[in-house]
């Protein structure tokens, strides 16, 4: 079992920044491609970013491009979410997703890919 633990949620005003991060529990000899979704008020939870495991492979949502930059440390098993120019559109729970792979290049964008979720952090943006 992996545990995933998101903090960097808040409330923040239209234009400003936040920076999420996860912490995963390492499992032994285990590999992860990691992902960010969120969920909106009300709204299905969608797909924003993914990272593989090398992170040299990064895939975003057309929704946060240029504005959300993901990035991980593999030593210390973290990830991280920079959130800049923030828009009202933007509030949602956030979540960090993990699943197990083999490959140092894939990433991956659905739900049903993800083997781990973490609990979620709020995040809220004011106009």
């Known amino acids: 079992q992996v545990q995933l633990v998101e903090t960097g949620g808040g409330l923040v005003q239209a234009g400003g920044s936040l920076r999420l991060s996860c912490t995963a529990s390492?499992?032994?000899?285990?590999?992860?491609?990691m992902g960010w979704f969120r969920q909106p008020p009300g709204k299905e939870r969608e797909f924003v970013v993914a990272?593989?495991?090398?992170?040299?492979?990064?895939y975003y949502a057309d929704s946060v491009k240029g504005r959300f930059t993901i990035s991980r440390d593999t030593d210390k098993n973290m990830v991280y979410l920079q959130m800049d120019n923030l828009k009202p559109e933007d509030t949602a729970e956030y979540y960090c997703?993990?699943?197990?792979?083999?490959?140092?290049?894939?990433?991956?964008?659905?739900?049903?890919?993800?083997?781990?979720w973490g609990q979620g952090t709020q995040v809220t943006v004011s106009s």
């Open positions: 390492k499992r032994p000899f285990s590999r992860y491609s």
């Open positions: 990272i593989s495991w090398s992170g040299g492979s990064i």
């Open positions: 997703a993990a699943r197990i792979t083999y490959s140092d290049s894939s990433y991956h964008t659905s739900i049903a890919e993800y083997d781990y």
